[in-house]
């Protein structure tokens, strides 16, 4: 019927499809680009900032209260925690499907409600949230090693607002440099004499600094706000700030303090190629061309350059547009090499044939882009991965209803004729062929958890595109064949197609007649062939994602507990000498006492540690082979520094994970964790395969313990709090407010005690408390100062403390059988009563996914078996082509197993994919052959006559699949290359069981 009345209404169809062209085109044109689909979860993590505080000082006073809030919240997933010195991380991701802007809201809310049960001087509470747009494009490094931080900063915040103006950047930060800060030193000394507290004190500031709206007047018949300026406009202000007047006696802050100019202590230094720089990093919203934004923001960048001190240099130090447009152009290149394929493939059909086919492709394609453009998507490397896997599908359609076209012109049928007759003859096996493949693809478009929001641009446009074909194939196909096809074109077959007619008519036949003879045979031989390649499932392996195969990588430097900023930095420089005596590095960006800007979508910046270290490292290109070699030896080069972990982390697609192997150990005791952690980590190293072994509570280090006998403290009139309050004021100062000067410039006021009171232990004996009464009473008659050992590292999981045992595999080993070996030793060690341990890593990520996978599967094979069943009306003959189905795993883990790779999420993915497209084949033999029985033919001679009819449009939709996804088979790529090597291993075994077992099992079911 649709046939029909295109080729009626042959203007309006032609109309149609311009249209539909153009539209393609201006998708293609205003996509979205980006290396990586958004990929935006309910994952939030507050880091709340207390110097001086130990970790279990974190776990008592701010995550413990902040969990007990938090865990109020509905749909939550998982909960962890961490507790370093100073700051803690709480992480608390939803399920997937939740509102994130809801869940964010709810969080923020639940923290802020709680906020008074945090201590009053915790230096900062953020919250963030994940997500892939969060990464930065573009990382600029302002290099000197002469000019002043201050003046970093003025050139650097200058930058940051040229950047800001372009409208699709969502965020700029500027890092890497101590702030300005309005510097409060305190004389003890001075105060005990005039018997004034330091609560005094701070209150006078804070209320010195105070603007407090005045209300209002009516002045006639207006109304006038009164508005006072009581806050500090200059340091002389702040100085004069009056603190007491008893009797007359006026006592200024600048008679008990010095107040001055001051940058707070550094706690991240940044270098760029061993030179000293601020960092200003840069990320884009989300829905937008990365290309478009790099280039808005370099014509401003360009112009802002020759406007700094010639003291300066701007470096761009990292451009996310330079790799994605690299790997999207080896996507394009394999998309002409797959087009180039699939017309050698169609070459039996003649030219004039094979150019209709072809037509089909750019159609289908424009459509389906247009239909991903009104849906969302993005133009991404999964995106086109998908593109590239439609490529040999979408002309299935078009080539079945050609080939039919031609075998009725061959037959005598004019043009015209020929075209509504064969294109009616195939139509429901055209629906069938097509709705199978697309069920094949719409589960993984509804896979549950990250994996499979990481994976659903690739489905989806296999899935738009198909569906464009389906229409192109009733449409614009017959509409070109009923103009185009000439009669005399297919008097004679070309060289192609005689080759493939002795194929059919001779060794095909032959085979066909045997399996016919021996079916029972056949049948065994099918199954035999079936339960031996799932045996071989085992020597293949599994895994899960990846490395991203990227041109850069990131070097950590972790150093023990309790090391200061000065040393880890003496030790990153040596790090970084290391690395300018190999040509392989273009540039590195170091890190010292704060992790990189975040710059891959699955990294998140590592939070502010003195003894931690990041090098952010760019290679001049990156080679399959020779990369991981060159990182070996790096690897070793940088392993000469004791008391160092010194560890190279590549990038890897999915989920986030700290490493392939972990284990935790989960009970109630900081110490009997640490025991178990110990065990767990030797047992690790025993097992052949691991390197890196390492466990979260690796160190402890010494701390001074302040024991404050509270009832002394009582009798003398000292609040405990007050005890507290200044020690931390004199190790680590107190913030007071913030003071904006005459030109907007924003400073903190750091109220602290005389910097020589906090340079030695004894010091420690000068610290004076202020009583209510004003005296001020030495700390060591309050309390008792002694060292202890603790952890450096306090985790949560679940709200319950754990520990976890880590470590990498060994290149050349497979992931998933070193966790079976790791696992069986597991299960030998004693636990004491309420500790467990449980297995995290890549096993926890694989078991979740594969597990939806599998649900995915049986979806698929279902709702297919439903589609057969419709189009054939009996069971027995849905049953007949569904048999296809396993007949693919044979070729999919054999040719898996011969190229190395292992059965991996995307080989998964190739797997489900393989479900659809293997039927098709199956559909449109039985469906010929129930034609045939129709007209009064005899099973056997249906059989027959469908096997040699069909076989050649079932060989040619199974190369042109071949020709598609060839170019990512051989590309090498871990991530594409065994999804496309699956579904071609399983594309050749079913073509070659089907063409015999099918008829086979037809005849025994049907006969």
């Known amino acids: 019927m649709l ?355 072809m037509i089909a492709i750019p159609t289908s394609l424009l459509i389906g882009l247009t239909a991903m453009y009104l849906t969302g998507f993005s133009i991404n490397q999964l995106s086109i991965v998908g593109l590239i896997i439609s ?20 037959q005598g049928y004019n043009r015209y004729e020929a075209t509504l007759k064969a294109t009616s003859q195939i139509s429901w096996a055209v629906i069938g062929c097509t709705a199978t493949m697309i069920v094949a693809f719409v589960p993984i478009i509804m896979l549950p958890g990250e994996s499979g929001e990481f994976m659903k641009s690739m489905p989806a446009a296999v899935v738009f595109t198909l569906l464009a074909s389906l229409l192109v194939s009733f449409t614009l196909t017959p509409f070109i064949a009923s103009r185009f096809l000439k009669e005399s074109d297919f008097e004679r077959e070309n060289a192609f197609l005689r080759m493939l007619n002795k194929v059919n008519n001779g060794p095909y036949q032959r085979l066909l007649l045997l399996g016919l003879q021996y079916p029972k045979t056949t049948m065994l031989i099918a199954v035999v062939a079936v339960a031996g390649s799932l045996m071989l499932l085992p020597v293949v392996g599994f895994s899960l994602f990846p490395k991203a195969e990227k041109p850069q990588f990131l070097i950590n430097i972790e150093m023990s507990p309790g090391t200061s900023l000065a040393y880890t930095d003496s030790i990153t420089r040596k790090a970084e000498k290391i690395l300018d005596g190999f040509d392989e590095i273009d540039s590195y960006c170091t890190n010292v006492g704060k992790g990189n800007p975040m710059i891959y979508y699955n990294t998140v910046q590592e939070s502010e540690n003195p003894g931690f270290a990041q090098l952010f490292v760019q290679l001049q290109h990156y080679h399959q082979q020779k990369t991981p070699v060159f990182l070996e030896q790096l690897d070793k080069s940088l392993s000469c520094f004791p008391g160092a972990e010194i560890t190279i982390k590549e990038f890897k697609n999915g989920p986030p994970e700290d490493a392939p192997i972990e284990i935790s150990f989960f009970g109630p005791n900081l110490d009997t964790l640490k025991r178990l952690a110990v065990i767990g980590e030797n047992l690790l190293k025993s097992i052949e395969g691991t390197t890196a072994v390492q466990h979260s509570m690796d160190e402890t280090t010494l701390e001074l313990k302040v024991s404050v006998n509270k009832d002394k403290a009582g009798m003398l009139g000292v609040p405990v709090y007050e005890i507290q309050k200044t020690i931390r004021m004199a190790m680590a100062g107190l913030s007071a407010g913030n003071f904006i000067d005459k030109d907007g410039n924003e400073y903190n006021i750091r109220v602290t005690l005389n910097s020589a009171n906090r340079k030695m232990l004894e010091d ?91 649900i995915a599967i049986m979806v698929t094979f279902f709702v297919i078996l439903l589609i057969l069943m419709l189009e054939f009306h009996t069971i027995k003959g849905a049953l007949i082509v569904a048999s296809s189905i396993p007949l693919g795993i044979i070729g999919s883990i054999l040719l898996l197993l011969v190229t190395g790779y292992t059965f991996s999420f995307s080989a998964f993915v190739g797997m489900i994919s393989l479900i659809g497209i293997e039927v098709k084949n199956s559909i449109i033999l039985v469906d010929y052959a129930n034609q045939l029985r129709g007209e009064g033919k005899d099973i056997d001679e249906a059989i027959k006559t469908a096997g040699q009819i069909r076989f050649i449009p079932i060989i040619l939709t199974t190369l042109t699949a071949i020709g598609g996804l060839m170019p ?30 099918t008829p086979v099992l037809y005849k025994l079911v049907l006969k």
Do not use: C
Request: proline share 3%; no cysteine; hydrophobic share 40%.
């Open 391 to 410: 490529l040999g599908l979408l002309v299935d359609d078009s080539i079945v209803v050609v080939e039919n076209i031609v075998r009725h012109m061959r």
């Open 764 to 854: 420690l004996d000068k610290i004076y408390i202020g009583s209510l009464s004003g005296a001020q009473i030495p700390l060591k008659q309050l309390a008792d100062v002694d060292l202890q050992t603790s952890s450096t590292l306090i985790e949560h999981y679940e709200r319950e403390r754990s520990v976890t045992v880590r470590a990498d595999v060994l290149p050349g080993y497979v992931t998933d059988k070193v966790t079976k070996v790791v696992l069986a030793r597991m299960e030998s060690i004693e636990l004491p009563d309420d500790y467990r341990f449980e297995p995290f890593g890549e096993y926890a990520s694989r078991k979740e996914t594969f597990g939806n996978m599998n």
């Open 3 to 357: 046939t029909r009345l295109t080729l009626k209404n042959y203007q309006i169809t032609i109309a149609i499809f311009v249209m539909i062209a153009l539209l393609g085109v201006n998708a293609f044109r205003n996509m979205p680009r980006s290396e990586d689909p958004p990929l935006n979860g309910a994952f939030f993590y507050a880091v709340a900032v207390y110097p001086g505080a130990s970790p279990g000082d974190m776990e008592q006073l701010v995550v413990e209260p902040l969990e007990e809030a938090l865990n109020e919240l509905d749909d939550i997933k998982n909960f962890s925690s961490s507790m370093n010195d100073g700051v803690a991380l709480v992480n608390v991701e939803f399920n997937l499907g939740v509102d994130e802007d809801r869940k964010y809201d709810e969080v923020l809310r639940q923290i802020n409600n709680n906020r008074a049960s945090l201590p009053a001087d915790l230096y900062s509470l953020e919250v963030y949230r994940w997500s892939t747009t969060n990464v930065n494009i573009l990382q600029y490094a302002l290099v000197s090693e002469n000019a002043s931080f201050a003046d970093l900063e003025r050139q650097a915040e200058r930058l940051k607002r040229v950047i800001e103006k372009t409208d699709a950047i969502k965020k700029v930060e500027v890092s890497a440099y101590p702030k300005q800060e309005i510097l409060i030193e305190i004389d003890l000394q001075k105060l005990a004499q005039k018997k004034i507290p330091i609560n005094n004190v701070l209150a006078a500031i804070q209320g010195s600094n105070a603007n407090i709206p005045g209300g209002e007047v009516e002045m006639g018949h207006r109304k006038l706000n009164i508005k006072t300026t009581g806050n500090y406009k200059t340091v002389v202000d702040v100085g004069n700030t009056i603190v007491n007047a008893a009797n007359g006696n006026i006592v200024r802050l600048r008679d008990l303090a010095n107040v001055s100019y001051d940058y707070a202590d550094q706690q991240h230094i940044g270098r760029y190629n061993g030179r000293r720089a601020v960092f200003i990093s840069a990320n884009q919203k989300e829905g937008t061309n990365i290309f478009q934004v790099v280039k808005s923001v370099n014509d401003d960048v360009n112009g802002f350059i020759k406007t700094i001190p010639e003291s300066m240099t701007l470096v761009k130090a990292f451009d996310q547009s330079v790799t994605v447009n690299s790997r999207l152009n080896r996507l394009y290149e394999d998309f002409g090499i797959a087009i180039l394929l699939i017309l050698i493939t169609l070459l039996p059909l003649g030219t004039r044939a094979s150019l209709i086919v």
């Open 968 to 997: 990512l088979a051989v590309q090498g790529s871990d991530l594409f290359s065994p999804l496309a090597i699956t579904i071609i291993g399983g594309l050749i075994s079913s073509t070659i069981f089907t063409r015999v077992v």
